[in-house]
């Protein structure tokens, strides 16, 4: 009798397929296990082992695999599941599911292009087969696998590989080489011989003429004496009034050592803090909720207001089920704030805390990978952006998910297009675990959940340490514009403001959601725009590169000098982003340090790290940032926050412009005043008595809530009714307008559902093809698996039509 091995490819393809295995290779496999095998004409993929059966496919001949590339599986079974479950919900593609969430050095295929490390190899190391690929990489920068089977004359190369890329000899060419070393920090100490204390009076002697380095070691004892620490030489220097020449002298004396401390962020051999976490009233109180709550539920929601001191309670709760043996997954929405979370951890858990998003790189992330499958007490604690979710978890008790309301933990694309907040949760109940959802600003489909009993609900409603809600003033532009008291787009209260706390050595964080310096180049002429030659949008002005740059595509060009319509010189920026403000703010405040943190400045691994640590670290006077500010971080300096223009947010054609303006403006304002001191919030808009912006000056949740849900029910939005979005995207306009009509009407016909489109939607063309959207309104109380099985049979149908075949369609599920 034959033997099958059912496979998931990395492919965007719906099906599992089936392969021919020998009896051996049948007792052998598990599912879990990766194998290599032929897919199409002549290429080879790494396929995942799903099932092992011995029922024959009908519509092709089974192909036989080339390799097993496993010993163990390196999934587990709730994972497969789960990746099942992802594929259906979110209506797409099994492979899709599994190219995402495996770490891409798992997952080698002949069309993988294979980089060269810099750096030295011992050859005596390799084997015969390493060293003619180590060999054949010297001579040319890259190769592809397939290239790599015809220098060794065998296709089975992908052990082989994976050999070279963990000696760090190859890398993949999807990683981005890293160009942000880790900041040395320089330190002083005294050469041992003057460390003990009877060779004081010489060390005094040595230097009785050089008053001025005598002055310097004095103030380095008296330092020692107080810090009792370790001096960096920065120290020194502001404490001593002494120049870095001096230092120098002394070092070359001998009498000082200079020596530098690197933190490493990958492996947190963080020194355990023999220290009890000691709760306030208010978050014991919050902590024991949770607990007598998930007696009775799985999912339960904190709803603490911002500096409540959340982070404390996650602590407290990972310290209880670690007791227990458990692995616990923290998800954040951002990659910025694990920087400071695996710090606060790694000082309560050392060496148990593992992190896991896409700027590390392959070789950390299978790491990651492998630790978590053993189980291992390096991994019992995984902090991760939306893709932690997806590691091979075996034991799971605790899924935190943070600042839950955060639009980053849906998926756009590629698909799978998932909410990683509601994967997490179905996830957390495959392993029987709890989920504990974190905000200050809950979503209103979460916060709706907890109110109507299907979730557990704790609030908090002081902050830590009883330190007051920030004073939030609000400033009129329209009347400081026509009084004018603006300076540039600084308000005389806000700029006020900003010198008092400068001048009390405070820190400041100044937000305005969009980045570059303008959005708009405009022609005072003739009104002459630049737009984007593949999108129908406006280039936004980079001055600091000194060009046009679009946000949707890349496309960019040189900054004109004059129209490109009428050759006038007369040219004038509409609107400001980041990049304005912080040119602004140095002309202002001059004496000033003004960082920026946006999409531009924080590229590479350690974008963020840099700029926190240069922000914690008080390098950085006033901060100004996009949304990315928004999120969580925790900074005990910061004493004003300023938003820039308010009304950005609040005219968005989207069903939840008022919650998420609401959720950005009351997260921002919560970066204030976090320490002793009452913090200010100063929100610069043309609409004070916008009712959204009322309810955050007044810290109004409630408000915003209910009067969300009223408008939410009368014009069927969640959490009332599910959404499910259909784009349709091609480079004919016509082609995609008759495809979409089609669409339209024939789901209109087969679903009893509110069924709204073909729509254009604000920006109808990207990267030179047209864009339709067609939306389906499903009520709560209808069942959603047999509508998206119709849905799909029509998606199918829609695909056979030879003139609509060319069309790609995508479909978003909740979407965001």
């Not at 010198?499 to 708009?520: D, M, T």
């Not at 499910?724 to 209109?748: C, F, P």
């Amino acid at each position: 009798m034959p033997h099958f091995v059912e496979v998931i490819l990395p492919l965007s393809l719906a099906k599992t397929f089936t392969y021919r295995i020998s009896e051996a290779e049948f007792k052998y496999i598990q599912p879990g296990m990766r194998l290599a095998v032929p897919f199409g004409k002549n290429k080879l993929y790494t396929a995942l082992a799903i099932e092992l059966h011995q029922s024959e496919p009908h519509l092709y001949e089974a192909k036989e695999i080339h390799q097993i590339l496993d010993e163990e599986p390196i999934v587990n079974e709730i994972q497969i599941a789960h990746w099942q479950w992802i594929a259906s919900y979110y209506m797409c593609a099994i492979g899709d599911v599994y190219r995402t969430a495996m770490p891409s050095a798992l997952l080698l295929e002949s069309e993988t292009v294979i980089l060269r490390k810099d750096g030295t190899f011992d050859a005596s190391v390799f084997s015969d087969d390493e060293y003619l690929v180590y060999e054949a990489i010297q001579r040319a920068t890259s190769i592809r696998v397939s290239e790599v089977m015809s220098i060794l004359n065998k296709k089975n190369v992908f052990p082989i590989l994976h050999q070279l890329i963990a000696k760090n000899v190859l890398t993949l060419q999807e990683e981005v080489s890293e160009i942000y070393k880790p900041k040395l920090v320089r330190y002083v100490r005294l050469h041992p011989e003057f460390q003990n204390p009877d060779n004081l009076a010489e060390l005094l002697d040595i230097l009785k003429s050089a008053q001025k380095q005598k002055e310097l070691v004095l103030a380095y004892f008296q330092l020692f004496a107080t810090e009792r620490r370790p001096i960096t030489v920065k120290q020194l220097l502001e404490a001593s009034g002494a120049t870095p020449a001096i230092v120098k002298a002394l070092i070359d004396k001998e009498i000082f050592e200079e020596y530098h401390l690197q933190h490493d962020r990958v492996n947190f051999d963080g020194k355990l803090e023999e220290r009890e976490l000691v709760l306030s009233a208010a978050q014991q109180s919050a902590f024991d909720d949770i607990n007598v709550s998930f007696d009775s539920k799985e999912v339960t929601l904190l709803h603490g207001v911002t500096a409540s001191g959340k982070t404390e309670i996650y602590i407290k709760l990972i310290e209880q089920h670690l007791a227990s043996g458990k692995q616990i997954l923290y998800l954040l929405p951002e990659i910025a704030l694990t920087t400071q979370l695996v710090e606060r951890l790694t000082a309560y858990f050392g060496n148990k805390v593992a992190v896991f998003h896409s700027k590390y790189s392959n070789n950390e992330r299978v790491e990651v990978w492998r630790q978590v499958l053993a189980n291992s007490e390096k991994a019992q604690i995984v902090i991760g952006a939306r893709s932690a979710m997806f590691l091979p978890f075996s034991d799971l008790g605790l899924v935190i998910v943070d600042e839950e309301h955060e639009q980053t933990f849906k998926q756009q694309d590629p698909a799978p297009r998932y909410h990683a907040r509601d994967a997490a949760i179905v996830l957390a109940n495959a392993h029987q675990a709890k989920a504990l959802l974190g905000s200050a600003t809950p979503s209103i489909e979460t916060y709706y959940n907890a109110v109507s009993g299907k979730y557990g609900l704790v609030e908090i409603t002081e902050r830590y340490g009883k330190v007051l809600m920030p004073d939030i003033e609000l400033v009129d532009l329209k009347d400081k514009y026509f009084r004018k008291k603006m300076s540039g787009h600084f308000s005389d209260t806000l700029l006020e403001y900003m010198q008092e706390a400068l001048s009390l050595g405070e820190q400041v964080i100044l937000f305005q959601n969009r980045r570059g310096y303008s959005p708009v180049v405009e022609c005072m002429t003739c009104g002459h725009v630049p737009q984007c030659r593949q999108c129908d949008v406006s280039l936004t002005y980079h001055k600091h590169k000194g060009q046009l740059r679009c946000h949707y595509c890349g496309y960019s060009i040189a900054n004109p000098v004059q129209c490109h319509n009428c050759s006038s010189k007369e040219l004038t920026t509409k609107g400001f982003g980041t990049e304005q403000i912080q040119q602004e703010l140095m002309e202002l405040l001059p004496k000033y340090k003004i960082g920026r943190m946006d999409q531009d400045t924080t590229k590479g691994k350690f974008g963020f790290e840099k700029i926190l640590d240069s922000f914690a670290g008080r390098e950085i006077d006033v901060l100004v940032g996009t949304q990315m500010l928004a999120k969580g971080l925790d900074f005990a300096n910061v004493s004003l926050v300023g938003i820039m223009n308010a009304d950005n947010m609040l005219y968005h054609p989207d069903f939840r412009a008022f919650e998420r303006s609401y959720q950005m403006m009351t997260q921002v304002a919560g970066r204030s005043g976090r320490s002793e001191k009452r913090g200010k919030v100063v929100i610069q808009t043309y609409n004070p008595n916008h009712n959204t912006i009322q309810q955050v000056t007044n810290n109004d949740y409630l408000g915003m809530y209910k009067e969300q849900l009223y408008e939410r029910q009368i014009y069927k939005y969640p959490p009332y009714f599910r959404l499910i979005r259909i784009t349709l995207r091609h480079r004919d306009y016509e082609k995609v307008k008759d495809g979409a009509m089609w669409l339209y009407q024939v789901l209109s016909q087969n679903l009893s559902l509110p069924v709204l489109g073909p729509e254009e939607p604000a920006i109808a063309r990207i990267r030179n093809e047209y864009i339709r959207t067609i939306m389906i309104k499903i009520p709560q109380n209808q069942p959603l698996q047999g509508t998206k099985k119709t849905i799909r049979k029509i998606l199918d149908s829609f695909e056979v039509i030879a003139q609509f075949r060319p069309i790609k369609s995508s479909v978003n599920v909740d979407f965001y």
